[in-house]
Nanobody, 127 residues
């Protein structure tokens, strides 16, 4: 399984940015997908999750500003980030769940629930 994240960069507070993650080596249409982020020295933090059914979940810190979506025809998952804040600065990782079953709701926010990870893309938001 390979997950290739892209789209990171340097933006100003209030700007928008869209991250993309291209997946291969798995049955993408049957896989739950997630986005996490990590600041150096801190644990990886849940950002958003989308089921194969397209049902979505968000961390409270990004709800209303970020939108996760998927394109099963292209095997991609995206994270549209609006109204970015300096505290959104982090390395963003896409992750895939096991294609054999959904991640239970109580485990969606745990990094250990996702067996597959991309390499990360850096988002820097200046004030």
């Amino acid at each position: 399984v390979q997950l290739q994240a892209s789209g990171g960069g340097l933006v100003q507070a209030g700007d928008s940015l869209t991250l993309s993650c291209a997946a291969s080596g798995l049955t993408f249409s049957r896989s739950d997908m997630g986005w996490f982020r990590q600041i150096a020295g801190k644990e990886r933090e849940f950002v958003a999750h989308i089921r194969w059914s397209r049902h979505t979940y968000y961390a409270d810190s990004v709800k209303g500003r970020f939108t996760i979506s998927r394109d099963n025809a292209k095997n991609t998952v995206s994270l549209q980030m609006n109204s970015l804040k300096p505290e959104d600065t982090a390395v963003y990782y896409c992750a895939a769940g096991n294609e054999n079953g959904q991640i239970i709701v109580s485990a969606i926010g745990r990094a250990g629930s996702y067996p597959y990870w991309g390499q990360g893309t850096l988002v820097t938001v200046s004030s």
